[in-house]
């Protein structure tokens, strides 16, 4: 006889505590969840239901990924962002909530712009933050750039899933490279949620990261801000009269970015954005009204 859903839990929970997972319950119910395709809930309600071999079989496979690192997003293949269902593989860096304090700044700029937005994302990754963008403001079009081809199919996937092909461009090119002049002067936000973990300490980040994200995604250069040199300097030909530039940063970076934008004395107005937690997430620059 098989075993039942809460002896699987138990079974999967004590070995995911043995390798060193902080969210075993958690990770084991939604491994299981995944392969059941039900909710969470189900195991109350049900905690003797007997599992059939094969999903048992399947199961601890899934378990022993998870032991050794692998992140439970790329296990399941998803992810939650927004409200909104995401595909995720390792080609894609797995979409944080932190990063969904940049698109509700983005949204908040937008209702303020009162037209309809061209909008530009450099560095696209799963979509996330495109098509939360394209999801919820009404009447833009979002240009989507990722330098990796796995990416940009990943993100077009999704696209289709939430059927916000029609709102999107995606374009695989290094950061400007593949949009063409009709963009220059034309955007109303650029958005990006760059590399920006300083290369030497990407050794260090905890192992679901380190041996399971794709490093494209996350090397920012020795310093971590080299990615954000690049879009502001480079950035500015495409932004149109008060366009803004709005960007997440790591956890001690605001300051740094702030700096980069000063330097250039292109921006009317430059803006810091905390998250929950107080930590600066994320900065925006708005353009001057007269640009030389």
Known sequence: MGMTIEQLLAKATRLLKEHGVATA?????????HLLNCQRIDFI?????????????QYQQKIKERSQGKPVQYIIGQQEFMGLNFQVTPAVLIPRPDTEILVERAIEEAQNMHR??????????????TLSLAHFIQGCHVHSVDISKEASE??????RNLCLEEKVTF?????????????????????????????EEINHLQREVRL?????????????LDF???????????L?????????????QAEDVVQIMKEEDYFKRIEIKKDLAGIKRVVLGEAKHFQP
Not at 45 to 57: A, H, L, M, V, Y
Not at 154 to 159: D, G
Not at 240 to 252: A, L, N, P, R, T
């Open 116 to 129: 309809p937005l061209n909008i530009v994302d450099i560095g696209t990754g799963s979509g996330a933050v």
């Open 240 to 252: 149109s009269s008060q366009g803004k530039m709005i960007f997440e940063v790591g956890h001690d």
């Open 45 to 57: 309600i049900k905690p003797r239901e007997i599992i059939e071999e094969s999903i048992e079989k």
């Open 25 to 33: 319950r958690l990770d084991a119910e939604v491994i299981l969840a």
């Open 212 to 224: 399971f994200e794709p490093h494209l995604a996350l090397d920012g250069g020795e310093d971590g």
């Open 154 to 159: 990943i993100a077009q996937e999704n696209a």
């Open 228 to 238: 954000y040199r690049r879009l502001i300097q480079e950035g500015k030909k495409f």
């Open 171 to 199: 374009y695989i090119g290094d950061i400007f490279s593949p949009l063409g002049p009709e963009l220059q002067k034309s955007v109303d936000l650029l958005i990006s949620n760059p590399p920006y973990i300083p290369r």
